[in-house]
């Protein structure tokens, strides 16, 4: 009986894969997209507007050495973008115009 349960969960669980890699097969097949746009769609982009921030970090390493470490965070709702690196962390709205900085 356990074997039963087992090998029906495990075919469930094959059968789910499968449906997922059909899925971005179809998208990356998909003539009227171009590569960005398929990148885009395999990866989630029709999830994008539930996301509310996006953080990610660059390593620097030289002979396994760690020489720059930058942490980047985007907090879209607010349109707010950080950096940190070291002791100290820069912040830019998008809201504020760089175009009007040109302008003077």
């Known amino acids: 009986m356990k074997k039963l349960v087992f090998l029906m969960i495990m075919g469930a669980f094959l059968i789910s ?27 989630g982009f029709e999830n994008f507007d539930s996301i509310s921030k996006i953080k990610f970090t660059f390593n620097v390493k030289v002979n396994d050495t760690l020489r720059s470490k930058r942490r980047w965070a985007w907090d879209i ?28």
């Open 17 to 43: 894969c499968n449906d997922r890699k059909k899925q971005q097969e179809e998208i990356t097949e998909d003539p009227n997209l171009e590569v960005h746009e398929k990148i885009a769609m395999a990866n």
């Open 77 to 104: 709702k607010n349109d707010k973008i950080s950096l940190t690196e070291k002791d100290s962390t820069m912040s830019y709205t998008k809201k504020d115009s760089l175009a009007e900085d040109k302008n003077i």
